[in-house]
């Protein structure tokens, strides 16, 4: 198989990895035969799963434009995947001109396409961590630079912590990120669930073991383990709801059943 410029040589190219199956979803091109061949396979079980991250995408581009509206300057993206369109920064930057803006992930191919994609962008970069290392990932210079933790930050957990799990102690993560933000910030979160999902769960098993086999586990919680990331927030209206209803822009329209999987919310803290 022939290694593209921006695959970097640390990486095995033979293995699917979570960041491009996403890529893939989203109709990128940073993505390879094994990566795709993960996602149709997912997709046999769960043919709607491109809408359900799309509309993890409109979600997020809508509680950046929040986060913006409620003076916040400064964001910080853990587990961020390729760039694709409607990125954090661009969001963020269209709303504030001069926000500041840090992807992190632990991922090589994301890190380095985001690097390329940020050329020339001195108010957003990358980190390489892993959020089950909060301070690590907060140590690192890369990030000092652009965030200061004394004033509010948005921190985006999109579609990352259903990839972590228990043993590996999210929820201890999620405080030690929420202990190191200063008062006012915000905790902008998706998580997958079998609650929503418009097939029988025992169906979208079959999706969820494609992650197994990959080794690389997707961790469906409930509502209410979803809830509980959000401990020492208040949060904002309406909640913890289906991605579709969190402020919607514009009237409901034809949403597909699928963009109901899951759960999205907004939490402040005090
Ligand atoms: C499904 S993608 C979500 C991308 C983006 N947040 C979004 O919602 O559009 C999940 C990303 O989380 C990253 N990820 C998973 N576990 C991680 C960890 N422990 N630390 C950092 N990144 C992680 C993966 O590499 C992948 O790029």
Redesign the pocket.
């Known amino acids: 198989m022939e290694r593209p410029a921006w695959a970097p040589r640390s990486i095995d190219i033979s293995v699917p990895?979570?960041?491009r199956i996403?890529d893939y979803y989203l109709g990128g091109s940073h993505n390879f035969e094994v990566d795709r061949e993960a996602a149709r396979r997912s997709m046999e079980f769960l043919p709607g799963l491109p809408k359900i991250m799309q509309a993890?995408?409109a979600f997020?581009r809508r509680a950046v434009r929040f986060a913006a509206g409620q003076g916040i300057t400064q964001f910080l993206?853990?587990?961020?995947?390729?760039p694709t369109f409607g990125n954090v920064h661009e969001v963020a930057q269209g709303a504030v001109p001069g926000a500041r803006v840090v992807y992190?992930?632990?991922?090589p191919v994301?890190v380095a396409h985001s690097q390329a994609f940020l050329t020339g962008n001195d108010d957003a970069d990358v980190v390489a961590?892993?959020?089950?290392k909060p301070r690590e990932m907060l140590a690192s210079p890369r990030l000092e630079r652009l965030i200061d933790l004394n004033r509010p930050v948005a921190l985006?957990l999109?579609?990352?912590l259903h990839?972590?799990e228990d043993a590996d102690d999210p929820y201890g993560a999620v405080a030690e990120l929420r202990d190191a933000l200063a008062p006012g910030s915000l905790l902008i979160l998706?998580h997958a669930s079998y609650e929503g999902i418009p097939v029988p769960a025992e169906r979208a098993e079959g999706a969820v073991d494609v992650y197994k086999d990959i080794r690389n586990p997707l961790i469906m919680r409930s509502r209410d383990e979803i809830a509980r990331f959000f401990e020492g927030y208040d949060m904002v209206e309406p909640g913890l709801v289906p991605m579709p209803h969190w402020r919607p822009e514009s009237a409901p329209q034809d949403e597909d059943p699928y963009a109901f999987s899951g759960f999205a919310g907004v939490g402040r803290t005090a």
């Open positions: 990895s979570v960041s996403y993890n995408r997020m993206d853990v587990g961020s995947g390729i992190v992930d632990h991922d994301a961590a892993d959020l089950r985006l999109v579609a990352i990839f972590v998706t």
